[in-house]
């Protein structure tokens, strides 16, 4: 292996982390995916198609990682009922931690094909061609699921019993 292609790979592990963070919620779930995708990375790094982007290629591996850590958590139904939430850092405003947390919540309600699409194309910035051929879709479902995604999540954040609307706020009572 290349240093150049050790250093690609190297330079993926911020945007694997926020995205297996982001599918997962949880800090000790997300980092356990992205060390089983730099293992397979590094492991079987000789099939990788020179021609691909190794971006797009690494997403793809944890995709796949995380549809086995589904079907898997599908076979034990006693691990299903975590729902312990990640733990959000201190930010100068406490509703800020409030609003993330509920944005979490909102994430986490929609179903997972559309959440892998959205925090793709939304945090890892990557094309609709990078995101169909790491998850192994075509363009069209790609933007389909975005489109479903980000709708429900509209759809959401207009509920008047979520706390994350625009326009809730805090108010002091004697």
Request: glycine share 4%; charged share 30%.
């Amino acid at each position: 292996m290349r240093a150049q292609d050790e250093a690609a790979i190297v330079a993926c592990i911020p945007g694997l982390r926020r995205y297996a963070r982001g599918l997962l919620g949880g800090t000790d779930l997300a980092d356990d995916l992205v060390q089983d995708t730099l293992e397979r990375a590094w492991a079987r790094f000789s099939f990788w198609q020179q021609r691909s982007d190794v971006r797009a290629w690494m997403f793809g591996i944890m995709h796949n990682r995380f549809v086995d850590v589904l079907r898997a958590r599908r076979s034990r139904p006693e691990d299903v009922a975590n729902d312990a939430l990640p733990e959000v850092a201190v930010r100068p405003r406490q509703t800020d931690g409030l609003e993330l947390r509920d944005l979490d919540r909102l994430l986490q309600r929609l179903p997972a094909e559309q959440r892998e699409v959205l925090l793709l194309i939304v945090t890892e910035d990557l094309t609709y061609r990078q995101v169909a051929d790491a998850l192994a879709i075509p363009i069209g479902t790609v933007m389909s699921r975005l489109s479903r995604a980000r709708d429900r999540l509209r759809k959401d954040l207009q509920e008047p019993g979520v706390p994350f609307a625009a326009d809730a706020r805090l108010q002091r009572v004697k």
